[in-house]
């Protein structure tokens, strides 16, 4: 039996990612999510990627103006092997680099708020 119910509103992202990876022809440009669709990543990581100078979103973007994407370079990215590996590395360095930094003595902010107290105390 078919259900003729409408779409729950609730549905997983996945389902919007596969509805656009889909599409017969894909828009020209793409924003964060979308590029991250096409390339595997979350969108964090492709904010990442255009930090570290591995992306470079359209047009002349201000740190707050929404960004967007040449779905066509976004594509030849993602079927560039030697990208893809340069990229993973870039992310996994970054990431890396970024939980040692957390995990190192006296980098935890509630440790340092808690020292910063006790030294007021006194």
Not at 50 to 65: D, H, I, M, Q, S
Request: proline share 7%.
């Amino acid at each position: 039996m078919i259900s003729h119910h409408p779409p729950n509103q609730n549905q997983p992202i996945d389902s919007d990612k596969f509805a656009f990876l889909n599409l017969r022809v894909l828009p020209g440009k793409v924003d964060y999510r979308r590029a991250g669709y096409i390339l595997d990543f979350e969108p964090v990581a492709i904010q990442k990627l255009v930090a570290l100078g591995y992306l470079k979103p359209l047009g002349n973007n201000g740190g707050t103006e929404h960004k967007y994407f040449s779905t066509q370079t976004i594509m030849q990215c993602a079927n560039d092997p030697k990208w893809m590996d340069r990229a993973v590395k870039a992310l996994q360095n970054h990431w890396a680099e970024k939980n040692s930094r957390r995990r190192t003595p006296g980098s935890s902010r509630v440790r340092r708020n808690l020292e910063s107290a006790s030294t007021i105390e006194k």
